[in-house]
T-cell receptor
Framework: DTEVTQTPKHLVMGMTNKKSLKCEQHMGHRAMYWYKQKAKKPPELMFVYSYEKLSINESVPSRFSPECPNSSLLNLHLHALQPEDSALYLC???????????????FGEGSRLTVL | QKEVEQNSGPLSVPEGAIASLNCTYSDRVSQSFFWYRQYSGKSPELIMSIYSNGDKEDGRFTAQLNKASQYVSLLIRDSQPSDSATYLCAVRGADGLTFGKGTHLIIQP
């Protein structure tokens, strides 16, 4: 069982909708990540939060808006998405210090998003 | 642009044999190396990490690292059908974690 929990597992939304993806971890990790993964491609980094502060934004369009309410929670707010944004959105966490908190990543099961 | 290269496969291996997966990377200052397994439709799962030259064994899995040649490999002994998955190599450098495109492994019963 993964210790990183993502909800919802599946989401279908129209291009004018506003929705949110949620992620929770209880491992005491201080870094949390959003990745996007298209079919047969590797995960692509979107955002990194370090100690609840946004430390990396990989030039992601503003229709994706991350939020880290506390060290255990990470949200991704979605608004005015495009069909090409359909993908598996993965949350991950890791231990570490500093702005690049990479190491052993623990992924959630992902939220599969379909934009109509 | 830091690159991590893997043969996309599919790599087909008979059950019980050794599966050998390879990965090369371009950033000489890379520090940490990881293998993730991803079943179709599921999220990646960390199966091995290696930080220094040589071999690291964990059960049926052995990771091998050669920093001079800039390659890292994963051996799976006594391959099982449940090992059929995509294996992602990930390399940590100064810029963060870079994933390879993955090798699709098929274990034939």
């Amino acid at each position: 069982d993964t210790e990183v929990t993502q909800t919802p597992k599946h989401l279908v939304m129209g291009m004018t909708n506003k929705k949110s993806l949620k992620c929770e971890q209880h491992m005491g990790h201080r870094a949390m990540y959003w990745y996007k993964q298209k079919a047969k491609k590797p995960p692509e980094l979107m955002f990194v939060y370090s100690y609840e502060k946004l430390s990396i934004n990989e030039s992601v369009p503003s229709r994706f808006s991350p939020e880290c309410p506390n060290s255990s929670l990470l949200n991704l707010h979605l608004h005015a998405l495009q069909p090409e944004d359909s993908a598996l959105y993965l949350c991950a966490s890791s231990q570490g210090q500093g702005p690049l908190l990479v190491g052993e990543l623990f992924f959630g099961e992902g939220s599969r998003l379909t934009v109509l | 642009q830091k690159e991590v290269e893997q043969n996309s496969g599919p790599l087909s291996v008979p059950e019980g044999a050794i599966a050998s997966l390879n990965c090369t990377y371009s950033d000489r200052v890379s520090q940490s190396f990881f293998w993730y397994r991803q079943y179709s439709g599921k999220s990646p799962e960390l199966i091995m990490s290696i930080y220094s030259n040589g071999d690291k064994e964990d059960g049926r899995f052995t990771a091998q690292l050669n920093k001079a040649s800039q390659y890292v490999s994963l051996l799976i002994r006594d391959s099982q059908p449940s090992d059929s998955a995509t294996y992602l190599c990930a390399v940590r450098g100064a810029d963060g974690l870079t994933f390879g495109k993955g090798t699709h492994l098929i274990i034939q019963p």
